[in-house]
């Protein structure tokens, strides 16, 4: 098993968000994690990738045979969990092949690998460009400075490609995204997925879902999951919204 | 009650920017800060008449040079100590510094008056190796003048630029040596009476470097002087000259370090730079003065004048300065364009930490026709430091079709430290053309996760978004300062990561 989430809590500033969580995701499957607004996603979402704002009051996460909550975020990502964020942030003055070439470097060496030169990276790094269909200028850009909200999401998912992570956790990718740019993200993560990487999408819609097809859905709602089905149960929220699922689970 | 409602507001900022905060106080690592033991002759604390013309006899100087100097420190006694700036020190005691200071020179005792190359003291020639500064011959492509103290030790490739023409020696040198050209330019752009500092340097001027380029040559190497302050309790005064005659051009850097000490060391400089028609001048600074203790206790005082002219038609001045040192900087090098089209340019990047002050900027004067300035300032605020950018521009009636662009930009690492800009702009005539650009902004948690998700450390994370911050500034420095200035911007910042 990659990841292994038992009775896990967290809350933010005294407000208690997850109530005791429990998820397992094996290597190459795609969960999709959904639910309405404050359910506590983008908070799972957090917690895994390590954000210090967020207290962990209880529970276990076991990553690939490591305790995740006791490494620091760097740790995790060269680790192999890679984040895509909701809202990508800028850095001014930083180019994106400055700063991705630190980051696979990072990640290189924690695998026990020859840092990448110029050179190589170079050519590591235009090969996935191509991979992606993304725009060879890319890499001379400040990293996300002046992109557009889907050019952010895409560079994200070039991130994502360079890292080579095990397990990618995407935080409602697609909002904000016009269906253009979401199939272009969705053609980037299809291209991605392999027997040996795993994903948790985190969406509030079904849209995204219909590119990307998972192989477990889950119902997130008041900090716990509620729901676990197969790609159907995504198709039966489209269709019947989230009160019903929650009704029944209130009611039970 | 708004007050009250900030203060609420900043609480959380407090929490969120701890870390950063716990990563600055790491031990700082100032590399520079050894102390050489040799031999020196230090004069007696204090400072008169007495002691004025002592340094003058010293050095061997003529009359017209004692005249200047006890012009000058006539008008001094007159002056008052400024403190306009965005510095709070206590007004400092002027007899409680010695004004002159150099290592024996071992063959004759320091009874000449001239430095020799071949008698550099063992310890100092051994500080300017461990610092990196080729005082003896060497295959780089620069020219260096190595000050020690209150003399200039070494100045290298003399002979090769004589070639040329070129005069590239110390102060005091000078003064025996071209007494004309000393005489027609000292003074000239900045006068014995322009300020309290400039006063007090004309006084007790230790040494500096003297640099002559003329007519139509190109200078083939880069130039460069090394300050260094050894001596506790010691005042460096340097004084520079540097004259570009009609059509040529030179490119001079110049570098600072002093030991680590645990009071004030007062550096009280003067350069002088005259740019004649169709020549230009680029003058580089990577100033690394000892900034002090975790209070700056005992760090430089870095008190400057460095005002240019650009004399004749189409002049370039250009001004590119790294102020990573020193506990106060206060320091505004100008740009004079007289002559018509010339054009004055000042980049700047000021990095404060701990409790460092800096009040820095430049003034461009614009007097002849379509003079052009740009000013690009970058202030980068750690710890519990102020950093402040005061800037002049004036176009005069005269400055028909005058054109400034100011860019200044200001990052806060951390939320106890403050940045500050004082803009002054005086247009005299109406063609005048006149942009400012400012911002504000800091290193978030946001900024700092998103790198550490990708797997780069909090460090590495700051140190590449402030050279990225720096970049616009550093891409005008001379290749290897280049590479020098990010080094010192990371040691400055996390005195780890190099």
């Known amino acids: 098993m990659l990841l292994n989430i038992e009775n896990l809590q967290a809350q933010i500033d005294e407000k208690v968000i997850l109530k005791g969580l429990n998820l397992q995701v094996n290597a190459g499957e795609v969960h999709a994690i959904m639910g309405p607004n404050g359910a506590g996603k983008s908070t799972l979402a957090s917690v895994l990738a390590g954000r210090e704002d967020y207290e962990v009051s209880a529970g276990a996460v076991d990553f690939d045979g490591e305790d995740l909550l006791a490494l620091d975020p760097e740790e995790r990502a060269r680790k192999g969990l890679f984040l895509a964020f909701q809202y990508p942030v800028e850095i001014p003055g930083v180019s994106n092949k400055l700063f991705m070439q630190t980051a696979v470097n990072a990640v290189r060496q924690e695998r026990g690998l020859p840092a990448l030169d110029m050179f190589d990276f170079d050519e590591f790094a235009k090969e996935r460009i191509a991979l992606l269909e993304m725009r060879a200028d890319l890499l001379e850009r400040s990293v996300n400075v002046g992109f557009s909200g889907g050019e952010k999401k895409r560079n994200d998912i070039f991130q994502m490609a360079l890292l080579e992570p095990k397990l990618c956790i995407m935080d409602e990718t697609d909002s904000g995204l016009d269906i253009d740019a979401l199939r272009l993200v969705a053609n980037g993560v299809n291209a991605l997925r392999s027997p040996q990487r795993s994903f948790i999408v985190v969406t509030h819609y079904q849209r995204l879902l219909d590119y990307i097809k998972p192989d477990h859905v889950h119902v997130l709602y008041d900090g716990r999951i509620i729901k676990s089905g197969g790609f159907e149960l995504a198709l039966e929220l489209e269709k019947n919204g989230y009160d019903e699922i929650i009704q029944q689970y209130q009611n039970a | ?498």
């Open chain 2, 1 to 498: 009650m708004a007050e009250a409602k900030q203060m609420i507001d900043l609480t959380p900022a407090q929490s969120e920017y701890e870390e950063i905060n716990q990563i600055l106080q790491k031990k700082f690592n100032y590399r520079e800060g050894f102390e050489t033991k040799t031999h020196v002759e230090t004069f007696e604390k204090g400072i008169n008449e007495q002691v004025v013309r002592a340094i003058s006899a010293k050095k061997n100087e003529p009359q017209w040079m004692l005249d200047f100097r006890l012009k000058a420190f006539a008008h001094w006694q007159t002056m008052r100590e400024p403190h306009w700036a965005k510095a709070k020190y206590a007004p400092l005691d002027y007899q409680d510094y010695s004004y002159y200071s150099a290592p024996e020179c071992g063959n004759c005792a320091g009874s000449c008056g001239t430095d020799d190359a071949q008698a550099i003291d063992p310890e100092v020639a051994k500080a300017f190796a461990a610092l990196g500064v080729p005082i003896g011959d060497n295959d780089a492509n620069v020219a260096v003048d190595a000050i020690f103290d209150s003399i200039s030790v070494s100045t290298t490739k003399r002979e090769e630029l004589a070639k040329y023409g070129i005069i590239f020696c110390s102060f005091s040198e000078a003064v025996q040596e071209h007494p004309e050209l000393v005489q027609k330019y000292m003074g000239t752009v900045v006068p014995y009476y322009d300020n309290y500092f400039a006063a007090l340097n004309s006084a007790v001027a230790s040494d500096g470097t003297f640099v002559y380029v003329p007519p139509g040559v190109r200078c083939p190497m880069d130039l460069s002087t090394y300050f260094r302050i050894n001596e506790a309790k010691t005042g460096q005064f340097e004084r520079t000259i540097l004259v570009a005659e009609k059509g040529s051009y030179v490119s001079y850097l110049e570098g600072c370090s002093a030991p680590v000490r645990d009071t004030y060391q007062l550096h009280a400089a003067v350069v002088e730079v005259i740019v004649h028609e169709d020549a230009e001048v680029k003058y580089s600074t990577v100033q690394n003065w000892y900034p002090g203790d975790e209070n700056c206790e005992g760090g430089i005082l870095n008190f400057v004048t460095k005002r240019g002219i650009c004399e004749g038609r189409n002049a370039k001045l250009s001004w590119t300065q790294a102020e990573t040192g020193s506990a106060i900087t206060w320091k505004y090098p100008s740009c004079i364009l007289k002559g018509d089209n010339s054009i004055g340019e000042f980049y700047s990047v000021a990095l404060t930490n701990r409790r460092q002050q800096a009040d820095t900027g430049t003034k461009m004067i614009h007097i002849g026709k379509n003079t052009r300035s740009t000013i690009i300032s970058k202030g980068l605020s750690a710890g519990k430091s102020d950093n402040t950018y005061r800037g002049e521009v004036k176009i005069l009636a005269s400055a028909e079709g005058a054109r400034n662009f100011t860019q200044c930009d200001s990052m806060l690492i951390g939320d106890q430290c403050g940045a500050h800009t004082f803009p002054y702009i005086e247009v005299e005539n109406a063609t005048a053309q006149i942009e400012h650009e400012a911002t504000t902004s800091r290193i978030g948690e946001d900024q700092l996760f998103y790198c550490q998700q990708r797997g780069i450390s909090e460090q590495d994370a700051i140190s590449m978004i402030v050279n990225g911050f720096c970049k616009e500034v550093f891409s005008e420095l001379p290749l290897e300062f280049a590479q020098e200035a990010e080094e010192l911007l990371a040691i400055s910042l996390e005195g780890s990561v190099g």
